[in-house]
């Protein structure tokens, strides 16, 4: 099936430049309530760790500022 591009949704991204605080350790906020608000079930751990799953179950979020691991990924997201 051929779909006209004229009729697919607009992908909007923002720039590179507007997106450094989700990389950084201290502003999952956004997301995380973006996440709970389309009914993602959402833990936290002891250690201040966000792990989030999608209702189908079939996708993961984690926020991970205190995991060693994701700092030498240099990344505290994990998808």
């Known amino acids: ?10 992908v909007v991204r923002p720039a590179v430049e507007d ?5 950084s350790d201290h502003c999952a906020g956004p997301v995380l309530d973006l996440l709970d608000a ?3 079930a959402i833990v936290d751990t002891p250690e201040a760790n ?6 189908d179950g079939r996708v993961y ?3 991970l500022p205190e995991d060693p691991a994701a700092w030498q ?3 505290v997201w994990q998808v």
């Open 1 to 10: 099936m051929n779909t006209s591009p004229a009729l697919l949704p607009a």
């Open 19 to 23: 997106r450094p605080w989700l990389s």
């Open 38 to 40: 389309l009914g993602w």
């Open 50 to 55: 966000v792990h989030a799953t999608s209702p």
């Open 61 to 63: 979020v984690g926020w």
């Open 73 to 75: 990924r240099d990344t």
